[in-house]
RNA sequence: GCUCCCAUCGUCUAGAGGCCUAGGACGGGGCCCUCUCAAGGCCUAAACCGGGGUUCGAAUCCCCGUGGGAGCGCCA
């Protein structure tokens, strides 16, 4: 049978890395299994659902690359289709509705907690065969009384409950709109969903929406319930270390790659693999061989991943994303082969694409001023003589490429008897404003004649001035 | 409170009874390389939650604790 798996956030909070992960799991395991996978807004709830969340979820899936093969579909479109079924429950006896107010629920439910018992609904509306005048009534599921569930877990094995811990849930307010569990059980039928891949915080709803589908005729799905992704401290992911919109990560210079591949790494492992592309992760992941425990989320090695991939990516690769970051920062840059040349010459030097935009701004824009500190320590007289003398090996070099900007650097130091960082620091302030950028025979190349030439003869008059 | 889930270095993890003197990775410390920043190489500190069993032998299996998490809504 074909693989079926979906993903099914709700648009009440913005899309953060939990979310992205689970979903991440399914469309690994559907893209393994040349299955489908499908994506679904499970929006039943008016009051807190956004917009605004609603486009993070989409937006957030394509510039992550998890591609959905069916949906989006909108659980507020299908409530037709949920009021059918409520009525074919309450017809063949699967539901019923129930009268009993807000108050005696709550009073119940006291009454239970203060006997030190678990609050449940008692069934009392069960056999009630008259309406209670004026009251516009619940519907509930007629859950079993007797036996068990066995939910059977791709991660947790078999895990059984009790029915008698199960209490008559409501499946549609008194209002007629239908709930959560309950939509999820028709959606997950209708959709033909054979597997569903969710956080281990739905665990405990699974043995009654199991009895709602077996109510159903539905075929009972695999399930998977992967563990949630804990904050840095080990507590409940939240604002301050992560539960962000994973659109910040895009912002932060995050390659949709990195995030996937520390997302994967977190309750998955394949050996002593660290790094993975994306046709690794599909071809290895296997659902089967994650974690039970949560994992705590630690920014660094992400931040350490995305580097890897970052320095694995092709300079056009790169540059696709170096733009927009270059862009936030005012700098537009039109020429695409330039911008893949500095790309590849900072590869190996950035962790995000944004400090790699940071840090490549000089070969873009003018150097209207020097750091202090690095114009103090490198801009003095002393750096007069291999400012000159390289600046009239440059402008003599037929061929301007690195191999021989590199030699012409290296004939300044020996000439002057001065080592490397004498010469190669004055020009790295010189062309660049700072002490940092890719080597200097690179950088060079990269900022081409014109530039370079210009930026050496201000920073030798700088130098000269600095001497008087 | 009740039910369910979970438990290896600070963190992510390897480990499916002997291969474990518990391996790898991030981060930390040190050294090397070096024109800056990086990258890279080498070295190093650092863990099986506790207690009982089972077994010739347990990080691995069982039980009990302890700790953490989730659910118990006319929220999703």
Not at 46 to 71: F, K, N, P, Y
Not at 304 to 329: C, D, F, G, V
Request: hydrophobic content about 40%; some cysteine; aromatic content about 8%.
């Amino acid at each position: 049978m074909a693989i079926r798996t979906r993903f099914a956030p709700s648009p009440t909070g913005m899309l953060h890395i939990g979310g992205v992960r689970t979903a991440l799991f399914s469309w690994l395991y559907a893209r393994r299994h040349n299955g489908t996978f499908i994506l679904r807004i499970e929006d039943t709830d008016r009051e807190r659902s956004t917009d605004e969340a609603t486009q993070v979820i989409l937006d957030g899936m394509e510039w992550l690359g998890l591609t959905a093969d069916e949906g989006p579909f909108y659980q507020t479109r299908r409530m037709d289709r949920y009021r059918e079924v409520i009525d074919q429950f309450l017809k063949t006896g699967h539901a019923y509705h129930c009268y009993c107010s807000k108050e005696e629920l709550e009073e119940m439910r006291n009454r239970q907690l203060a006997a030190k018992q678990k609050p449940r609904y008692d069934g009392t509306c069960r056999n009630r065969t008259e309406p209670r005048p004026g009251v516009s009534p619940v519907v509930r599921f007629k859950n079993p009384l007797e036996g068990s569930v066995v939910v059977e877990d791709a991660i947790h094995g078999n895990v059984v409950f009790d029915n008698m811990e199960l209490d008559d849930l409501i499946i549609a307010r008194s209002d007629g709109t239908p709930t959560y569990n309950f939509c999820v059980v028709v959606d997950d039928s209708d959709m033909n969903c054979t597997h569903v891949i969710r956080g281990d915080d739905h665990l405990n709803n699974t043995p009654r929406q199991i009895n709602m589908l077996k109510a159903l005729g539905a075929a009972i799905p695999m399930y998977a319930h992967v563990p949630m992704i804990l904050g840095q401290d080990g507590a409940k992911l939240s604002k301050r270390h992560g539960a962000v919109s994973v659109l910040q990560y895009r912002e932060e210079g995050f390659l949709p790659e990195a995030l996937l591949n520390y997302l994967v790494r977190l309750g998955w492992s394949h050996g002593d693999q660290e790094v993975f592309s994306m046709e690794e992760m599909t071809r290895l992941f296997d659902i089967k061989d994650v974690n039970k425990a949560a994992s705590a989320f630690n920014p660094d090695k992400l931040l350490w991943l995305n580097q890897q991939h970052i320095m694995r990516s092709t300079p056009e690769h790169l540059a696709k994303y170096l733009k927009p970051q270059l862009a936030a920062l005012g700098v537009n840059v039109t020429d695409d082969r330039k911008l893949a040349a500095v790309a590849k010459s900072q590869q190996e030097r950035a962790k995000t694409l944004k400090e790699m935009a940071q840090n490549s701004r000089f070969f873009f824009e003018d150097v209207t001023s020097y750091d202090e500190k690095a114009a103090k320590k490198n801009l003095g007289a002393e750096a007069v003589a291999p400012l000159s003398t390289v600046l009239a090996k440059l402008s003599a070099l037929p061929e301007w490429v690195a191999p021989a900007l590199h030699d012409a650097v290296n004939q300044t130091a020996t000439e002057l008897n001065l080592g490397m960082g004498k010469v190669a620091q004055p020009i790295r302030v010189a062309v660049s404003g700072g002490t940092v950028s890719p080597p200097i025979d690179v950088t060079l190349e990269v900022l081409g004649r014109e530039v370079t030439l210009a930026r050496l003869e201000r920073a030798l008059a700088y130098a000269r001035g600095q001497g008087a």
